[in-house]
T-cell receptor, first 116, second 112 residues
Framework: NAGVTQTPKFRILKIGQSMTLQCTQDMNHNYMYWYRQDPGMGLKLIYYSVGAGITDKGEVPNGYNVSRSTTEDFPLRLELAAPSQTSVYFC???????????????FGSGTRLTVV | DAKTTQPPSMDCAEGRAANLPCNHSTISGNEYVYWYRQIHSQGPQYIIHGLKNNETNEMASLIITEDRKSSTLILPHATLRDTAVYYCIVRLYTGTASKLTFGTGTRLQVTL
């Protein structure tokens, strides 16, 4: 199994450009998440999804959009790139909670984005 | 979700046990304690989690105090490859989305 795959690994954008960060998982996880990590900081949740067709905002959603048309894919869209969006972006997935137990997240290897 | 407090950095000699503490004094009865680590800007890696009993797996042991206000992650024989940032996270079982909130963690440096 590939786990969680993110593309691209690196990208440089000019201010005002747009792009889509791709994320796909092959573990049949129903929950998926997008985080960003600024230098020296912890991860902050941007958006998450509990299943196909269902998405919700996290802690820092401004400037981003997501969609979840299939269980496997959860792309993150930046419409008008700004220097404040320079960061490393991580996608993750997990099973839904089952009973009183829960399961860990599986993270992708990240996309390093620079906006100049 | 309850907040956690971790020391910003720790050192450990290779082959020795690494004991990473975490305070979560506001934890509630149905919140789990999770540990993740992040090696050199890779995606975080799940290590272990627990509710109130001590837990052990192939990577580490998790010791949770009886009052559940603190916990310790133990790497029994640290190696250079264990050098990473370790995150202690307390998370509520919401029945809907299981959102993890990451702090700044403890940077563990394993040395020869």
């Amino acid at each position: 199994n590939a786990g969680v795959t993110q593309t691209p690994k690196f990208r440089i954008l000019k201010i005002g450009q747009s792009m889509t960060l791709q994320c796909t998982q092959d573990m049949n996880h129903n929950y998926m998440y997008w985080y960003r990590q600024d230098p020296g900081m912890g991860l902050k949740l941007i958006y998450y999804s509990v299943g196909a067709g269902i998405t919700d905002k996290g802690e820092v959603p401004n400037g981003y959009n997501v969609s979840r048309s299939t269980t496997e894919d959860f792309p993150l869209r930046l419409e008008l790139a700004a220097p404040s969006q320079t960061s490393v972006y991580f996608c993750a997935s997990s099973y839904s909670l089952q009973g009183a137990r829960s399961y860990g997240y599986t993270f992708g290897s990240g996309t390093r984005l620079t906006v100049v | 979700d309850a907040k956690t407090t971790q020391p910003p950095s720790m050192d450990c000699a290779e082959g020795r046990a690494a004991n990473l503490p975490c305070n979560h004094s506001t934890i509630s009865g149905n919140e789990y304690v999770y540990w993740y680590r992040q090696i050199h800007s890779q995606g975080p890696q799940y290590i272990i989690h627990g509710l109130k009993n001590n837990e052990t797996n192939e990577m580490a042991s998790l010791i949770i105090t009886e009052d559940r206000k603190s916990s310790t992650l133990i790497l029994p024989h640290a190696t250079l490859r264990d050098t990473a940032v370790y995150y202690c996270i307390v998370r509520l079982y919401t029945g809907t989305a299981s959102k993890l909130t990451f702090g700044t963690g403890t940077r563990l440096q394993v040395t020869l």
